[in-house]
């Protein structure tokens, strides 16, 4: 992956290429990027989320096999983020409808993610996706705004600067998984195994495999 653009589109030194990666993990259900993950509801949080270490060494955010009391046969760890390929290209924040711009090429921009680039973007940034991938952006009742499997175009990842710690305003965004396969992903769960998840999965079972402790019942791929 190719960071010089990047590096001038942030105006900071960074190495001239990095390895990319077409997995993520997972957010669960909630796109709030923010210093404490706790602020997250329970039933929307994934296994993964913002971390972050205090001043005294101890780190929060972090969630343990322990706290998946959904079940680790039926939480998602990680999953399929097709990065770099055409068949992704990011949607505008102003027309979901409509790819944006790369404004160093003036050609639709390509979501693109990398272990050593997280890819948390601002709106004036929103090319990239990350590290992490979501199922719904704010993922409670009564509007979860679902993030679609294979969407297409697809959510850039933008770091909107919610004060809530809840997404409540819907200013942070990330990006959902997608894959090249058809009809659907393959996603790692807690419990080591790996399976094939169908794009046609109905969005509450969707954000239930997501998440550690909603408390939801998923059978199969209901």
């Known amino acids: 992956m190719d960071l010089r653009p990047i590096?001038?589109?942030?105006?900071?030194?960074?190495?001239?290429?990095?390895?990319?990666?077409?997995y993520a993990f997972s957010k669960g259900a909630n796109a709030a990027i923010h210093v404490d993950a706790a602020r997250v509801p329970p039933a929307a949080r994934g296994v993964f989320s913002i971390a972050r270490r205090g001043a005294g060494g101890a780190l929060t955010g972090t969630i343990r096999l322990a706290d998946v009391t959904d079940g680790t046969s039926s939480t998602f760890a990680m999953g399929e983020a097709a990065g770099g390929s055409s068949a992704f290209l990011v949607r505008s924040l102003s027309n979901p409808s409509q790819t944006a711009s790369d404004p160093f090429t003036g050609q639709a921009a390509v979501l693109e993610q990398a272990w050593g680039a997280t890819g948390f973007g601002d709106s004036s940034h929103a090319w990239y996706g990350s590290v992490l991938a979501t199922t719904a952006q704010f993922g409670l009742p009564p509007d979860p705004r679902d993030e679609p499997m294979n969407r297409?175009?697809?959510?850039?990842?933008?770091?909107?600067?919610?004060?809530?710690?809840?997404?409540?305003?819907?200013?942070?965004?990330?990006?959902?998984?997608r894959s090249r396969h058809t009809g659907g992903c393959h996603f790692l769960f807690c419990d080591g195994s790996v399976r094939f998840i169908r794009e046609t999965i109905a969005p509450g079972a969707y954000r239930a495999m997501s998440t550690t402790a909603g408390g939801e019942v998923v059978s199969g791929e209901d």
């Open 7 to 22: 590096a001038v589109q942030w105006n900071t030194t960074l190495p001239s290429f990095a390895a990319s990666t077409d």
């Open 152 to 177: 297409r175009p697809g959510t850039p990842t933008v770091w909107g600067s919610d004060a809530s710690g809840t997404n409540a305003s819907g200013r942070d965004l990330v990006s959902g998984f």
